[in-house]
């Protein structure tokens, strides 16, 4: 493995798990809640392939940090502060409909980075990133689907799947900013450059999304801070609040 | 002190059920990757199915169990991620004795071949997930009873 920086590789680890672990998280508030058991069912597999892809990078994360730290340690004992999700998945889930569109925006670039990383110099990363591409690649089929199938569906759920693309929209841009810690993981050969990416992104969006018969937003403003922790939206403490309610009121509490 | 083959250690992990399809064993999955002994210490390497399916950790807990049965006292689990397990690796005599059970075995073209109850190739998806993550739910239009198919990665 080339020569690398471990606190910019700690930051990239925690960048791809804080992604699944919010997302995962976001996803699983559907459980139970869901239009029809089909996709009550398909959304919590979703979240379990998130946490599980979650519990791999930030395990990952806590050895290369090197003070001991599980991933439930950085999972649950982080304030939103230190948190690098991409706002993204952090906004509420909203209707079905936004929720399936947010899943559709990040399965895709999800997708596309993973790809990447089948080929990064770290083994560790590689062998993440072979388990976890397989599982994206069904969550993308998945959302691509229902995003054609609701956009190109009822003039409700067209007006509902537009609406959610409009509001989501400019969110997509963060995840192709690239920052010092992307470029030593690029010349490293760890990860690619995010802003790289974005060509393969936009052809892959923008054909299932005319499918779907719906239209891309114009212009070219990107709401940004979550990746590199430096403001979040309001919803991630509440939705913080929520996921480590248990290790805050029970501290080191297992079961 | 003497130890028992690895060879012989196969033996009993292959008796061991899956927690979530007990008509296969661990064995059938194929997600045992290696038996070998280091110093007086059996290493048993297993690989997940799903990064985030609940039953490795039963799965782990049930080796150490069967082995222990056995009178083995130092055992320990390596997780690998490279290769990634995919359906490929499950046993011919797995994919028969999933279907009798009622749950069509992976294919490669994506979708069940036939039907496992009546063997009709008339089949639609219902939903790519099932009960579990490994599962997707499909239907047969022949005598229309639902059924789980086990998705192929
Ligand atoms: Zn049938």
Wanted: aromatic share 8%.
């Amino acid at each position: 493995m080339a020569d690398v920086d471990n606190k910019a590789l700690f930051e990239f680890l925690v960048r791809m798990g804080d992604n699944t672990l919010i997302l995962g998280h976001r996803v699983s508030e559907w459980c139970g809640h869901s239009p029809i058991l089909e996709e009550d069912i398909a959304l919590a597999n979703t979240a379990l392939d998130l946490l599980g892809q979650t519990k791999m990078w930030l395990d990952y994360a806590g050895k290369v940090q090197g003070e001991g730290k599980s991933a439930d340690d950085l999972a649950f004992l982080r304030d939103a502060w230190d948190l690098r999700n991409v706002l993204l998945v952090e906004l509420p889930n909203g209707d079905f409909g936004q929720t399936l569109m947010r899943q559709f925006l990040f399965d895709a670039y999800h997708s596309i980075i993973l790809g990447h990383l089948l080929k990064s110099s770290d083994d560790e990363v590689r062998a993440i990133a072979q388990k976890a591409s397989k599982e994206v690649a069904y969550h993308l089929e998945r959302s691509a689907d229902t995003v054609v199938g609701l956009g190109d569906g009822t003039p409700e759920s067209h007006r509902r799947m537009q609406a959610a693309l409009d509001y989501l929209w400019p969110y997509v841009g963060e995840m192709f900013e690239t920052d010092d810690i992307d470029r030593a993981m690029a010349s490293a050969g760890v990860a690619p450059e995010p802003s790289g990416l974005r060509a393969d992104y936009d052809a892959l969006v923008g054909r299932v999304l005319a499918d779907a018969t719906l239209t891309i937003p114009e212009g070219k403003f990107a709401h940004k801070g979550g990746r590199n922790g430096y403001m979040h939206t309001e919803h991630l403490g509440h939705l913080l609040c929520e996921m480590q309610w248990l290790q805050r009121a029970y501290p080191g509490c297992e079961w | 002190m003497a130890h028992p083959s690895t060879e012989q250690v196969w033996e009993w992990l292959e008796a061991v059920p899956d927690p979530e399809i007990p008509v296969l064993t661990l064995a059938d999955l194929g997600i045992i990757r290696n038996v070998d002994w280091e110093g007086d210490t059996c290493v048993v390497t297993v690989t997940p199915t799903y990064s985030g399916c609940p039953a490795t950790s039963i799965i782990n807990l049930d080796i150490e169990t069967a082995l222990r049965d056995k009178g083995l006292t130092k055992i320990e689990l390596r997780n690998q991620l490279d290769p990634a397990w995919t359906t490929d690796w499950m046993s011919e005599k797995g994919r028969e004795k999933l279907e009798k059970y009622g749950i069509a075995p992976p294919q490669p073209a994506g979708g069940p071949e036939r039907c496992p109850h009546c063997g009709s190739p008339n089949v639609e998806k219902l939903s790519q997930f099932g009960s579990t993550p490994c599962k997707a739910q499909w239907r047969c239009t022949d005598c229309l009873e639902p059924f789980e198919y086990f998705k192929c990665i």
